[in-house]
């Protein structure tokens, strides 16, 4: 069960300049709220509102680190965090992933395992309880985001995914119901993403 | 309280985000292209005036029920609003129930309800909200509904309610026109969330419809759902059977890997059922109370190889619901276990393939732990499973599970798995270090499985060199995991090497990329840094004189410590820049630190000198990468410290040594701060206090080494050309003579002597030009300090060597400021004694 999905983005290491130093979240969702504990003194909606918001910016600031380490490490200089143009393919296979354990209280109240994958500028991951089926994880993110390229036109300019949350919660709804990691063979993919358009054709 | 929202700068329309700054479109947009598309973003506030005047043109447009463009755009932007900013979003009651009715009205199109849900999500939790949704038949705004409602925290039993809801729809029949399959997933994350949801009889009823899914999908592909127009002819579209992922009719029952062109419900329902089988196996089989899913269920399993031998799939149609499910579980682990040897025709199949057997066998093992009834048969599938994996590294993620079930039952099944772990632990390491997904994998599993490990499997901690493998290439994503399981390797009999093969981690990492260089010469996506070409080293990998030492390092199992890596550090120079070995050496400290908390709590005496021992010879042979040195001197330094204070009489035991380092004078600029702190513990610990055998001429012998140091250092060295020595070396060394010398008093006039020459030292032109102002004045109060200590001798043993009764009591925190303390107090005294007497 996946718990959380979110899109972030992701600075350019070295280039710190205004806003890029920020990892912001752009889009989250988190599929049922954690069980919280039970603490003493007053706790309202929109303290448990903010704690969630804070987890998932904890998670993508995590997220950022990795890829950024990761990036450092395999050597290759980090021009390719722009894209060179939007109609170019992306290849999605090579986009840099990866996968780190968080420890039960920080952020969340259980230990969770997050999958990340990187997309020039953009990160998507993917916050799994442990012991989830990591193969799986990983190939439905890498599903997810080829899937927010083609519907959302993701990297290309004048593209705006904030005001796209529809077409990601329609993707989410088919392709990870309810946060449910699913073994979906090429045919049934191929069948959500008929359903898919159908659903997203206004 | 003002709020944030990201307005973005190329967003269409802009009637409710105007510009913050004034640009023209065509700069917006490329900046917005600078800076990677999609992300030319600006915070603009919303005034909560500003947000109330938008609720009330979406109400306008909802009570219209117009549910055209402008509602879908405007409701997109309220999405943005109330989610963009980590602060609540207040919307009236009202607005929120409109929201809602939007969501319920069947007219709408679903992307109004996807985005109505959207919202309510994003305000949760709520209080403003009630749903109201026994009525509803449709099962996939049921869906959409239900995530709602389990965002809202659980504090009205939410959890319950969708639970309950959806479990009587599953129950009855299904609904003209629904699919049920919206439903799985939302019974999935019930049972997550909260473990106690569902009664005996619907567990054993949802038991019942999962057999149903699971093994009696239909073997025939469906039927195009679209009609297809004009030239369709009905005969031509006969639904083929199901296929397997290599193209060949399907001989057995359907799975996630049957293909057709079409599906029909029942084989939706066959796949959403084995995507949550893992999941309600565990639930339903702990009845519904919660264990973590690791191997606590023991008591259960054990006692029981009876039932296990005579354990045959008898007629299950007879057997109660639950154990029907696992029944039908196993076969269908076991078809998938075969399915995922055929070759897939697509890639994205064979991806699956990996997957699903990685699931299968998690599913065997959790079966054989809630039943042993299974034991015998699964042993025999995942025996002959582990052979065809041991031959192929493209399934090397499902050793890990097959790995589990050997470690959680082969004690239990009485056969010998040592061939699995030594493949495991021998091989992988070795051959797959950089793929980073199963390095984490693999740490993981260790963690889990400590318990095990600490017992007798002695392959696993003997195995360290190789698991080290997996951090020296993926230290940054590893080394909090690593913390985890370094413990369980630390031993009396590993402690030494263990610490040689910290302390060379990142001149493995160094050897590890060459030797992926020189196996993959012509690869398409080159694993290393490209940037770097590090010839002489490749050229040194290969030929025979270091070759020994590169396979020493690279060794799968501890094997001991040989002396003399120090041609690898010289070979291995140019790559010491390279960014991995440098995450690599970052973590090195970190570990040593943890190495010694580990270590001091079992190690005796001999273990103790033997470290020491090794810290004083390793500080001058690390691998020379920035600032590596440095880091490891200071973890060094401070480990030192603590060998000292737990076997002090280290410092007589290993009086050669010590007076071979601090007599090298190399070693105060090379290791100033081992130097310092080595000259500090012999000063605290050569004394009868903490060792009969600390006699006279010891004391001597380190006095004269040290005096000859600090005489060459202070009286011969000041010169521009050598650099300076930290004057916190000099009051050391100070220190340590006089406190020296008060345990032998004969040499009292000897440092007396030497510290009344120190002004006329510090006052020499050669020293006020390398010292500060500051420093000399340092330099100069300890000395008169010490000095008027020693006019006292027995005032100075007491103060410079406290018994243990005095100095036990420590009554300021502080270790380090008690002897200045001590010697102002003192200081004081003689002063105002000297002052009495020429009075």
Known sequence: ?202 | MGLRVFRLVSGRGGRVFKPATGCSPRERRASSAKRGAGLGIAPREIQDQELKKFCLRITGLLQKEDLGNETIDCLQRLFLIVSATKYYRKLEKKFVELLLSAMYFPKSPEQVQVLCAAILREISPSEDLTLFYDHIQNTKLLSLMSSVLLAQGNKRDEVRDVGLRVTKILESRQPEGQSLRYLLPVLSKVITLSPKVLKEDQINLLNKRLIDWLRYASIQQGVAQISGGFFSNPRARQPGPITEVDGAVATDFFTVLSVGQHYTEDQWLNMQAFSMLRKWLLYSGNDGTETPDSADDKSELEGSIMSMVSATSTSSRLLPPKERLRENAFEYCQRLIEQSNRRALKKPDCELQKACLVEAVIILDLLCRQDSSFMYRTLSCLKTLHGRLCGDLAYVQALLPVAQFFLNHSEAAAVDSEAVYQHLFTNIPSELFYNSMLAFEFIQFCRDNIHFFNGNLSIFKSSFPNLFKFLAWNSASLISEFVDILPVFIDASTAIEMLHVLLDLPCLTAALDLYLRSSFPTAEKPLWDPSLKPTSCLDGFRDPYHQALFQYLLRPKAKGFIKGLAPLHELLKPMAGCARVIQCAETVPILIQLFFTVVTEFADGTLINQLAVLLLGRSGLLFDVPQFKAAVHREMSSQLLVLCKLHPSLVVELSKELLEFTGTIRNIHSKENIFTHVVWAIGEYLSVLYDRRCTVELINKFFETLEALLFEITQFRPSATLPKCCPRVITVLMTTLTKLASRSQDLIPRVSLFLSKMRSFAQSPAMTSVYSEEDTETILTRATELMNLLKMPSVAQFVLTPSVEVSNPRYHLDTNTSLPLALQMASRLVEKEASLLSW
């Open chain 1, 1 to 202: 069960m996946v718990h959380a999905f979110l899109i972030h983005t992701l600075s350019g290491s070295g280039q710190a300049t205004g806003d890029a130093t920020f990892c912001r979240v752009l889009y989250s969702q988190v599929f049922g709220s954690e069980r919280l504990p039970d603490e003493p003194g007053p706790r309202g909606p929109e303290r448990d509102r903010l704690l969630r918001k804070e987890q998932l910016l904890a998670v993508a600031r995590q997220a950022e680190t990795a890829c950024k380490l990761l990036q450092q490490a395999s050597g290759r200089p980090p021009t390719d965090l722009l894209p060179q143009s939007s109609d170019e393919p992306i290849p999605l296979q090579d986009a840099p992933s990866g996968v780190f354990r968080l420890r039960p209280g920080d952020p969340f109240q259980e230990a969770k395992v997050v999958v990340w994958l990187r997309l020039l500028s953009l990160g998507c991951a993917l916050v799994c309880e442990p012991h989830e089926n990591l193969l799986l994880a990983e190939s439905t993110l890498r599903l997810l985001t080829r899937l927010l390229l083609e519907h959302l036109k993701l990297l290309s300019s004048g593209s705006n995914v904030l005001l796209r949350g529809d077409r990601i919660e329609a993707i989410l709804n088919h392709f990870l119901p309810q946060g449910q990691l699913l073994f979906l063979n090429d045919q049934f993919v191929q069948a959500l993403e008929k359903e898919l358009s159908t659903s997203l054709a206004r």
